[in-house]
């Protein structure tokens, strides 16, 4: 089974690397990879699929409950970011900001009576095989991706030939390989909480 699901994530990356050159192939010179863009639509979906991913997990197991319902809020705060230009576009300007907010305040009163669990549950949470998967993936998008797609450093790697697309391209496509360990990650921790539901089946039978 495990040989499958490497296989599985294999074929998944090599995927989403395909799709990411796809607009390349397409559009040629003209390609932007900007915000309405197939590369940034993947973003979206992984995002968005990963957070309910984790709210799932989240109920699926008690002792892991408060770890995976944060992680799916942090999911849907980082899916609102995303999504930040069509926010501005057909809602206002900043909207995105006062839904980020809203989730914000939604976490703090899920955890109202229960901050002494946090640590606890994050801990169990830390023992599983998703989470180095998961801090792989964040780490990827929040802080990688962003050194990579300093405009400086391509300008002083390219001079004169510097190109914002290429700077985009390596940005883009670092942050969406994020999200796709994100997203494999997600899949892990429900994968997790369906064996030890069965255990503790087992057990308890």
Do not use: K, M, P
């Given at each position: 089974m495990f040989i499958l699901r490497g296989l599985v994530?294999?074929?998944?990356?090599?995927?989403?690397?395909q799709l990411i050159s796809l607009e390349g192939?397409?559009?040629?010179?003209?390609?932007?990879?900007?915000?309405?863009?197939?590369?940034?639509h993947l973003q979206d979906f992984m995002s968005f699929f990963s957070c309910m991913l984790f709210l799932y997990a989240a109920r699926l197991d008690a002792k892991l409950n408060i770890a995976a319902t944060l992680l799916g809020a942090l999911l849907a705060m980082m899916f609102v970011r995303e999504s930040d230009s069509l926010?501005?576009?057909?809602?206002?300007?900043?909207?995105?900001?006062?839904?980020?907010?809203i989730i914000f305040i939604c976490v703090l009163?899920?955890?109202?009576?229960?901050?002494?669990?946090?640590?606890?549950?994050l801990k169990e949470y830390s023992l599983q095989s998703s989470f180095g998967t998961f801090l792989a993936g964040f780490v990827t998008i929040l802080a990688f991706s962003r050194l990579m797609g300093r405009s400086s450093f391509w300008q002083a790697v390219m001079g004169d030939s510097y190109m914002r697309l290429v700077k985009n391209i390596v940005e883009e496509g670092i942050e969406t390989l994020g999200y796709t360990l994100i997203l494999i990650s997600a899949i892990e921790l429900i994968i997790a909480c369906r064996r030890r539901s069965k255990l503790a089946k087992i057990e308890h039978n």
């Open positions: 994530y294999l074929f998944a990356v090599a995927g989403v690397a192939y397409q559009s040629l010179t003209a390609a932007e990879y900007s915000e309405q863009t197939l590369t940034e926010l501005d576009q057909y809602v206002f300007d900043g909207a995105w900001q006062s839904i980020v907010s009163i899920f955890l109202w009576g229960r901050f002494s669990s946090i640590y606890a549950s």
